[in-house]
DNA sequence: GATAGACTCTGAACCACATGCATTG
DNA sequence: CACAATGCATGTGGTTCAGAGTCTA
């Protein structure tokens, strides 16, 4: 009943206030929070500051959540491919069961000037990556036939990945690149529902929901041992916790592979590269393509998603389908029999009653 | 441009009852 | 500890309705 209902409406509504100002300026929307200067700055204005002193150019930053834009980013979630702020990653992962299952991790602080690191991640976008088709576009797939560069800036999920690609020694980087990706770019199922099936009563089996992945890479570090934080805007740490010391995508079990929205932890984690770590310098997670275009390409994802329902007991859809109804209520059987004995008064409608009342349950398509 | 009415879209609620699961003996 | 009996909460889908949003005059 209504269950993945409304997963969107908790934040649909942040949409409608404006960016937040940058403090510096007051003019452009800040793109990032300085956490030692507590300041929303915009890309310019974080160029000037940090770049001023050594000192400043030490200061940890975190870009601003890309629904709300009214917070730092504290959390990336995996399945939506998107850094969160608190308050929406509480509003859209509380919305239903679906999204509480979503792969959450603390977002790391980077230390680079963000407009190094758009400018940098935006060369590295053209320079190889290649856009997808339409259709895959929609689900944020790579595919390699593509060749309008600007839907390749827009589609690029983590412009981490090309800049760090780009710094590779030589191409079979990329090649890796694109091999490790393959597993999802063929996302299937059905696999894994064969393998975690065998929990699953003989009866009351999963069934596995036919959803596209909607896949992005990783914003950030995955670091599998760190599902659990806390929250601060001030602190680059994120303790324990606000969330299962084990996240629940990745500890289901039969029941996991009816979610089919949410990638398995430990499958994402075998394509999750440590951009953030990199010892050149390399700023963290969101360095990348042009920010407003990520804004645009995740809220026009939200929009688009559709949380596919959830069927955990597949004997119960069953049943479910086959109960009578009155206008789409389920019926008692014994008002659906003296219904259907009235009727038989109609010699047309004897065929069908009868038909209905040697089944089972009595099928009672509708009224 | 402002307003009202028509239209469209979306999500919640409703219903009965087999089933799953926790508790008890 | 293993098993059976019991009772309660859950989950299931089609339709309707209300409210919000959009379009048109």
Request: proline fraction near 7%; hydrophobic fraction near 35%.
């Amino acid at each position: 009943m209504g269950m993945e209902r409304g997963g969107l409406k908790g934040f649909r509504s942040g949409w409608s206030v404006p960016p937040k100002p940058c403090d510096s300026c007051k003019l452009a929307s800040a793109a990032l929070f300085c956490r030692p200067d507590a300041a929303f700055l915009c890309i310019a204005c974080d160029s000037k500051i940090h770049c001023a002193n050594k000192l400043a150019s030490r200061h940890e930053r975190v870009w601003m959540c890309e629904v709300c834009e009214q917070a730092p980013a504290a959390v990336t979630c995996k399945a939506d491919a998107a850094a969160l702020c608190v308050t929406c990653d509480s509003d859209i992962h509380s919305a239903n069961p679906l999204a509480r299952r979503h792969d959450r991790l603390p977002v790391e602080p980077f230390f680079d000037s963000a407009e190094a690191i758009v400018k940098a991640s935006t060369a590295a976008s053209f320079g190889f990556l290649v856009p997808t088709d339409a259709a895959a576009a929609s689900s944020d797939v790579f595919a390699p036939d593509h060749a309008d560069a600007d839907a390749a800036a827009w589609l690029i999920p983590n412009p981490n990945f090309g800049s760090k690609l780009l710094d590779a020694p030589d191409i079979k980087s990329k090649e890796i690149f694109f091999s490790e990706m393959e597993p999802f770019l063929d996302f299937d199922y059905s696999n894994s529902f064969q393998n975690n099936n065998s929990s699953s009563t003989a009866n009351d089996s999963v069934v596995p929901v036919q959803s596209k992945p909607c896949f992005t890479p990783p914003l950030m570090n995955n670091h599998q041992s760190e599902n659990c934080f806390d929250i601060d805007f001030c602190r680059s740490k994120l303790s324990s916790f606000n969330y299962p010391s084990q996240s629940l995508s990745q500890s289901v079990s039969s029941s996991s592979v009816d979610v089919g929205v949410v990638p398995d932890g430990n499958t994402v984690s075998e394509i999750s590269y440590s951009f953030g770590r990199d010892s050149s310098g390399m700023a963290t997670q969101l360095c990348g393509m042009d920010r407003e275009a990520r804004v645009l390409r995740y809220r026009e994802k939200r929009k688009n998603r559709k949380f596919e329902k959830t069927i955990r007991y597949a004997s119960r859809k069953a049943y479910a389908e086959t109960r009578p109804r009155i206008k789409g209520r389920f019926a008692k059987r014994a008002e659906i029999d003296s219904d259907v004995v009235d009727r038989l008064y109609s010699p047309a409608a004897a065929a069908a009653a009868a038909l209905m009342l040697d089944t089972p349950y009595g099928v009672v398509p509708s009224f």
